[in-house]
């Protein structure tokens, strides 16, 4: 198959970024600020499954994008499997996330745009699952669900790139941009968190290339 | 083209003016909810805004998810069948979205009589009104095509709510964001960025119902 052909280099490049992620991340400096302490290192892994969940996310919109247009069933498989990985990565943003929040807020949850929209994020995605589960038939399935794909998608934009940008909050990188630029990053902190994000968003294509193959099989028997 | 769909509006215009159970369901529910709060909250003791207001907008959510559940899933598979053949997705989508902001803007105009009548009516401005204007023109917009989307899953009732109330909640926090800003400070200024990502929203939301209808409706 040729989603198979580059996996070995995708895994590879990957896995080697993660080890160095891993180490500088838990034994290199990181600037002493009040509050934050040695959890800032939480940067290195909690930003970057954030993005990889976009990542796959736009991935998958336009591979729901592409299964409306072209009509082959297989772009719908894509956009299903690459979906899961990403709300699978967006738990994992949201258990660091609130780990982090419990040492450093004092609790696990609080009412904040930032953490609303990731809350209305993984909501907006468990209901696609549910959408796909309640119809049978498989060509039915997938324009339906190819339609409320890329309609989440696009409503999501304003809810995680403008809102949290206008609305004052807790959360690091407040204010402004709720990337990395406001982070008070400095080299040191770049220096690890650059190759972590890279890393996880390989481990993204990688897991969902891996679980595409198994779906496909799956579809076929 | 504007013409079919001043056609299709005036023909649901009909069915609805000959099918009244249909819209006065909606009305009989939207009476009850309000009920309900008044029989549970005592508000003529201590007027509280915040309370006030966002229990207005709940109450508008549920009517307007259960009113828009029900445009698309009191025609019938032949009607449908009849509107395939004779007018093409475009223009039913417009049609569909038009009669949807009407119908909305006809039942919170009642819900805030009543809402008002029961549980006073001490915080209503002008504004509240554009507001209101405003919010039907945003819920319907959204809500249509997902009440197209659980249109086509026969069994299944409880998914329009289901794929809604992630897609409206933001919409629903911007409007009781506005709401509440703009009565203690009626100016244009504290609003003004909530407004423009209002009207971003419904831009996406229209032009993509526009584009994706047409995939949806070829069966």
């Given at each position: ?22 180490i ?18 939480v ?38 499997t690459?979906t ?14 609130m ?13 904040d ?25 498989e ?9 409320y ?13 403008i ?6 909050s ?17 080299a040191q ?6 190759p ?19 779906n496909?099989l799956?579809?076929?028997? | ?7 299709i509006?005036?023909k649901?215009?009909k ?9 006065l ?40 998810i ?12 032949n009607?449908n069948?009849?509107?395939y ?29 009543f ?10 401005s ?5 507001l ?39 919409i ?48």
């Amino acid at each position: 198959m040729e989603e198979l052909k580059n996996l070995k280099y995708i895994k590879l490049f990957s896995v080697s970024l993660l080890i160095y992620a891993f180490i500088g991340g838990f034994l290199f400096d990181v600037p002493a600020l009040p509050i934050l302490n040695e959890s800032i290192r939480v940067l290195y892994f909690h930003v970057p499954m954030w993005f990889t969940m976009i990542f796959l996310l736009l991935i998958s919109c336009i591979n729901s994008f592409y299964f409306i247009s072209r009509k082959k069933i297989i772009y719908d498989t894509k956009s299903y499997t690459y979906t899961s990985v990403a709300v699978f990565f967006g738990f994992l943003g949201i258990l660091s996330g609130m780990i982090w929040a419990k040492f450093t807020w004092g609790s696990f949850w609080t009412n904040d745009p930032k953490l609303n929209g990731s809350a209305i994020t993984l909501l907006i995605y468990l209901s696609y699952f549910l959408l796909r589960s309640s119809i049978s038939d498989e060509i039915k399935k997938a324009k339906i669900s190819s339609v409320y794909n890329i309609f989440a998608f696009a409503m999501l934009i304003p809810l995680i790139f403008i809102l949290p940008r206008m609305t004052d909050s807790l959360h690091p990188g407040s204010g402004g941009n709720p990337g990395f630029n406001v982070y008070d990053m400095n080299a040191q902190l770049r220096m690890v968190f650059y190759p972590s994000v890279l890393g996880f968003i390989f481990l993204g294509i990688w897991i969902s290339k891996l679980k595409l193959v198994l779906n496909v099989l799956k579809n076929d028997n | 083209m504007l013409k079919k769909i001043f056609n299709i509006l005036y023909k649901y215009l009909k069915i609805d003016l000959s099918l009244k159970h249909l819209f006065l369901s909606v009305a009989l529910y939207l009476v009850s909810a309000i009920y309900i709060i008044y029989v549970v909250f005592d508000f003529n003791e201590i007027y509280e805004f915040e309370i006030w207001i966002s229990l207005f907008w709940i109450v508008i959510l549920f009517v307007s998810i259960t009113s828009i559940s029900k445009s698309f899933f009191h025609e019938s598979h032949n009607r449908n069948y009849y509107y395939y053949y004779l007018f093409s997705p475009s223009e039913l989508i417009v049609a569909k979205l038009i009669y949807n902001f009407i119908f909305l803007l006809i039942l919170f105009f009642i819900a805030i009589l009543f809402y008002s009548f029961l549980l006073g009516n001490l915080f209503l401005s002008k504004h509240f009104f554009l507001l209101l204007f405003l919010g039907a023109f945003s819920i319907s917009n959204c809500l249509t095509l997902i009440s197209a989307i659980s249109f086509q899953i026969k069994r299944n009732s409880v998914i329009i709510g289901i794929l809604s109330f992630p897609i409206i909640i933001p919409i629903l926090k911007i409007l009781i964001d506005i709401s509440k800003v703009s009565h203690i400070n009626p100016s244009w200024n504290v609003i003004e960025n909530d407004f423009y990502i209002l009207i971003l929203i419904n831009i996406i939301a229209v032009s993509l119902s526009y584009i994706l209808f047409n995939y949806l409706w070829k069966n």
